[in-house]
């Protein structure tokens, strides 16, 4: 029941921030407190609830929504309370639009999340995706460009995923995922193509990528830190949601996107590794994490949809956590060239540190979160056989550019000092920005030392979205 | 059924007449047109229903006016090449599917599907041969109307029907928003000048 509520407060909130107009000071803080109020609800239904008060009440169920995503609904609110607070010292003016489009898109992520209806799905999708397009245009100037990339090549893909939401209905007759019978190889193979395609589009797959560094690189950082953190896992947990309910699976498509996913690895990391500027560096880097849980899809086991769903969770706090430090590197500095910083370690200990933090755990370096759950992707990928193992082999190797762009990164920002280059001005950094960095820091390394907890939730959660 | 295919047929002449006409208000007459008739025939007898999905039909193509209106932009030119290879590609899709799929496509009608492919593949010709953000924004609307077409031959849901009708016309608003935006940064909606972003 408190479920509905927790998703209801970000929009009601929405509203109020939206009367409040221009006087911007006070729709920022009533949007941190109306976020804070739903991810404290939010923790209250799922670690001290009864049974009698946990999971959804029947409006929300004939809403078609189900427990089945809440888990990562729970995370998409809590990095969504992180970015408002974030975006208190961070956005000065915010103007009319920030908050209540912001509001919209998280809790827009987190009802598809939850979504078991291909309808309602759609409607939360796209509320997220035109909201977002709207927001992207924030900063005016090039961003407009932005999105305009942003709008055009998304809404391809959601005629995609309409197309193939409607095949769905079509071929199995109804609406909810949860009541998919069987139906001919032909239309699984079209459905999982166009379905492909569509939320492929949406998570960066290449070729379907390039707005990807242009969107998240103009883009208010706490928006880019949302969208490639978190819409972005989203997305990726609502198509496995979605392919691994249509039956039968085909072995063929799980193979396409596997391919996939290696290519989306490569490109991302190539790509990230060449780039001067901090947040595009991210964008790519984005592109790349995105690419091995598209190949834990593709391997589709239960093992590797574990260790998939796991990246999401990780990707969700490991992304969030880079992109907050470089927001709050440009917060502090003005700068977002990376050959213009250097020695920031001194002046900038925390965000050095929590940047460092989730760099290693976006390499999967032990004992960080991301190390388990790449982990058991490959591991999964060498148990599968077939090509699948060289395919594994490709995409390790391929991630290392991505590791090196890392550490390059750390040092050229954080440790060079060039004699050359004036120092950077440091200013002092609010306490909702360092608040956020810290607690997703601790995250990632209390999910890669205790993992324990939270993989038991996972697997069988991979084991719900097989029927198993 | 009868129905459902006469409205397939209008829509794909009506795709065709787009590209062919090099006229953006007859362009956009037909579409406004189009859509009211596929209104009235995919509700048949109720005249509440069809009267809704008329004013969701109209709607759109009055946004995309009014920004060619504000915009001022050139009219819109196809050419003959890529006509030539859209009735090509058209053709050469539709007999592959056919005689690969032998009648068993995925709602299970092969002469609507021809429909479909065909739509698709002018959707996608106009999506990849064209720069301007109003003609990609038409391309992405012939995508969005085989998904209404999907429901009038196989879905027929009173929800995925309002839910795609209402996206079809919020995503018309935004991205005709955001062509404005551009006019007023770049003089320009044409997305090939809008090269300072190099994704």
Redo the contacts between chains.
């Keep these: 029941m408190y479920i509905l509520y927790t998703l209801a407060i970000p929009l009601i909130t929405s509203a109020i921030c939206a009367i409040f107009g221009r006087k911007t000071k006070i729709a920022a803080y009533v949007a941190v407190v109306g976020m804070t109020l739903s991810a404290a609800l939010f923790t209250a239904n799922l670690f001290v609830a009864t049974s009698a008060t946990a999971g959804l009440d029947s409006f929300a169920t004939a809403a078609g929504l189900s427990t089945v995503g809440l888990m990562i609904a729970y995370v998409v609110i809590v990095i969504g309370t992180l970015v408002t607070w974030f975006s208190l010292p961070y956005i000065g003016n915010a103007g009319r639009i920030y908050y209540p489009l912001l509001l919209i898109i998280i809790s827009s992520t987190a009802a598809a999340v939850l979504s078991t209806n291909v309808a309602t799905l759609y409607v939360f999708l796209e509320i997220g995706t035109l909201s977002t397009a709207i927001l992207v245009t924030y900063r005016k100037g090039r961003a407009f460009e932005a999105a305009t990339k942003f709008v055009v090549l998304n809404s391809i893909g959601s005629s995609f995923t309409l197309i193939a939401l409607i095949l769905m209905f079509v071929n199995y007759g109804t609406l909810n995922i949860g009541s998919f019978g069987s139906t001919s190889s032909s239309a699984v193979l079209l459905i999982s193509l166009f379905l492909f395609i569509g939320l492929g589009t949406k998570i960066g797959v290449v070729p379907m990528h390039s707005w990807v560094p242009d969107t998240y690189g103009e883009a208010p950082t706490p928006v880019s830190t949302f969208l490639a953190g978190t819409v972005k896992a989203a997305t990726a947990f609502i198509l496995i949601r979605f392919l691994f309910a249509l039956h039968p699976t085909l072995d063929i498509v799980l193979l396409f996107i596997a391919v996939t996913a290696v290519l989306t690895v490569g490109v991302g990391a190539f790509m990230a590794y060449t780039q001067k500027d901090l947040k595009r560096f991210l964008a790519y880097s984005s592109i790349e994490q995105a690419g091995i849980i598209l190949f834990a899809i593709g391997i589709g086991s239960s093992a590797a949809l574990t260790g998939g769903i796991f990246q999401i969770i990780n990707n969700m706090v490991m992304k969030s956590l880079v992109f907050l430090c470089v927001g709050a590197i440009i917060a502090a500095t003005k700068q977002r060239n990376i050959d213009g910083l250097g020695g920031l370690v001194t002046k900038m200990p925390i965000v050095a540190g929590g940047f460092l933090i989730g760099a290693l755990a976006l390499s999967g370096i032990p004992p960080l979160s991301g190390f388990i759950s790449e982990y058991l992707i490959l591991q999964a990928g060498f148990a599968k056989g077939g090509v699948y193992p060289a395919l594994s082999v490709a995409l390790l190797v391929l991630t290392f550019p991505m590791f090196a762009g890392y550490i390059k990164v750390f040092q050229r920002v954080f440790l060079t000092v060039d004699q050359k280059i004036a120092a950077p001005r440091v200013s002092n950094l609010s306490i909702y920005i360092i608040i956020p960095i810290i607690i997703l820091s601790v995250l990632c390394v209390l999910m890669g030392v205790f993992p324990t907890a939270i993989m038991d939730q996972i697997n069988k959660l991979s084991l719900a979205i097989l029927g198993g | 059924m009868e129905t459902a295919l006469a409205f397939g047929i209008v829509w794909v002449i009506c795709a065709i007449l787009i590209v062919i006409l090099n006229d953006k208000w007859s362009t956009l007459a037909l579409l406004a047109l189009n859509l009211t008739i596929a209104a009235f025939l995919l509700t048949e007898n109720d005249l509440t229903g069809a009267l809704i999905k008329a004013v969701f039909g109209i709607v759109s193509p009055i946004i995309i006016l009014l920004v060619v209106a504000r915009t001022k932009q050139p009219r819109p030119r196809f050419g003959t090449a890529p006509l030539i290879s859209m009735a090509l590609l058209t053709l050469v899709i539709s007999y592959l599917v056919a005689f690969s799929?032998q009648s068993?496509?995925?709602?299970g009608r092969t002469t609507e599907s021809y429909a479909l492919i065909a739509l698709f593949g002018i959707?996608v010709l106009i999506?990849v041969s064209q720069r301007s953000?109003l003609k990609?924004?038409l391309?992405?609307l012939v995508?969005?109307n085989?998904?209404t077409l999907?429901?009038a031959?196989?879905?027929n849901?009173a929800?995925?029907s309002v839910?795609?009708e209402v996206?079809v016309v919020?995503?018309t608003l935004?991205?005709a928003?955001?062509?404005l935006?551009?006019f007023a940064?770049?003089g320009s909606i044409d997305?090939s000048k809008?090269t300072?972003?190099r994704?």
């Design positions: 799929t068993q496509f995925p709602t959707a999506l953000i990609l924004l391309g992405i995508l969005e085989i998904g999907l429901i031959w196989g879905a849901t929800l995925l839910v795609a996206f919020l995503i935004t991205i928003l955001i062509a935006m551009d940064e770049y997305s809008l300072n972003l994704g």
